[in-house]
Nanobody
């Protein structure tokens, strides 16, 4: 019902910058939250940055270095990552919380979570 296509990521040296983008498509009635989570080897998936109704929320570890933005017309969320550190190395997953058209038609307009396939970000020291 909902597809998330991620792009960006890659490898960079510490102090460098990378950008991620994620375009959502499908039958979405309304989108509440879009954003990014990340998961390093051996660790649980954690929030990196999300944006809800225009309000960004960042993990403490990325505040001041990452910037999240959203293009509502394109159903796309972006993450600009500056001053990258080796500890930012992870698989970054696009995330969306939305109500689908199918849910509305079914009379159950509940929000559902969807995830992208993940994109690798590697920061070398």
């Amino acid at each position: 019902q909902v597809q998330l296509v991620e792009s960006g990521g890659g490898s960079v040296q510490a102090g460098g910058s990378l950008g991620l983008s994620c375009a959502a498509s499908g039958s979405m009635w309304s989108i509440n939250t879009m954003g990014w989570y990340r998961q390093s080897p051996g660790k649980q998936r954690e929030l990196a940055a999300v944006i809800t109704n225009g309000n960004p929320n960042y993990a403490d570890s990325v505040k001041g270095r990452f910037t999240i933005s959203r293009d509502n017309a394109k159903n796309t969320v972006y993450l600009q990552m500056d001053s990258l550190k080796p500890e930012d190395t992870a698989v970054y997953y696009c995330y969306i919380k939305c109500i689908t058209g199918a849910a509305v038609i079914a009379g159950l307009p509940l929000e559902s979570d969807y995830w992208g396939q993940g994109t690798q970000v590697t920061v070398s020291s």
